[in-house]
């Protein structure tokens, strides 16, 4: 933990106070600090200099940016100005509500991006999506279920799901995606998929509605990716399952604008972590597919209890 004194002394400045406060709660990158507080770049890239230096705040590289975020210590002397802060300055209320503007953006980038594949997914090449994976996760359904599939696209998995639930509940941000699945469900004749707009982070199912949370390459598409975890618990009924597909962590930076991707995969301790934060139970990971063809993707598989 950093000393009080480089604490006093890198705080004593109100804007860093205000950057610390926004990066307590989301990860930034400097041009989204830049449009949010209204300050040129080498002032903002001065001050998270000074914050990092200091030892309160950290980055990681995604595409050609860098993303901060505050490093958590509750209960430290930094928690506790940051507390008084956010009460005393007056530009924290505005700052906040910049911040989410901020971030519906990024979350429309990625919208815009399925809006414009809608109607191709499955002509066309996704990384991580593969036949043997899908096959190992059926294996562990417990049919007849209600079933979340969110992040669900244009609905393939979710009509392949309906085969044996009693219902799937297929969840997407995009309108188009949305409107192509329930044509593909109408054009097949499948009455118990129901197509429901909405993020995953906040995801449009009442508390205790589904058995069964189906992530299927979708949470490498959200925000925050722990935030997703923690609403499939809310929606999942006790005893319910968690069931994830997702990429291995890689570095084929080119996904990101390719495919719209947030994070680039999840190593299986990140994902234990999230669920077991979740409050998940018996958490099970493996990785169960990888390609052959450069940059040689792997697939990640896991499957966790809602306590009963």
Not at 277 to 305: C, D, I, R
């Amino acid at each position: 933990m950093p000393s009080i004194v480089k604490i006093l002394r890198v705080v004593a400045d109100p804007n860093r106070l205000r950057i610390l406060l926004l990066l307590k709660g989301e990860e930034l990158s400097v041009a989204e600090l830049q449009e949010v507080l209204a300050m040129g770049q080498s002032t903002i890239s001065t001050h998270l200099s000074q914050l990092k230096q200091a030892g309160l705040v950290e980055d990681r590289r995604t595409g050609k940016s860098n993303l901060y975020k505050l490093i958590p210590a509750e209960g430290s002397p930094l928690d506790q100005i940051l507390t008084r802060a956010k009460a005393e300055i007056p530009e924290a209320a505005p700052d906040q509500a910049a911040m989410r503007r901020v971030l519906r953006k990024r979350q429309d980038k990625m919208r815009s991006f399925f809006d414009s594949v809608a109607g191709r997914l499955g002509k066309d090449y996704v990384p991580g999506q593969s036949w043997k994976g899908v096959a190992e996760a059926l294996l562990r359904l417990m049919p007849p279920m209600v079933i979340a599939d969110l992040g669900a696209g244009e609905g393939s998995f979710a009509l392949l799901l309906a085969q044996r639930a009693k219902k799937v509940i297929a969840v997407d941000t995009s309108a188009k995606m949305i409107e192509v699945g329930r044509d593909q469900a109408f054009r097949h004749g499948v009455e118990n998929v129901e197509f429901r707009l909405g993020d995953m982070e906040e995801i449009p199912i009442a508390d205790a509605e589904v058995d069964l949370v189906f992530f299927s390459q979708s949470l490498h598409h959200a925000l925050h990716p722990e935030r997703a975890i923690e609403e499939a618990s809310r929606i999942l009924v006790p005893g319910g399952r968690i069931v994830l597909l997702d990429l291995v962590r890689h570095r084929f930076e080119e996904a990101r604008e390719l495919y719209a991707d947030e994070w680039l995969g999840f190593s299986e301790a990140e994902v234990e972590t999230m669920l077991e934060k979740a409050g998940f139970t018996g958490v099970q990971t493996s990785v169960v597919h990888k390609e052959p063809e450069t940059p040689q993707f792997q697939t990640l598989l896991a499957v966790a209890n809602k306590p009963i």
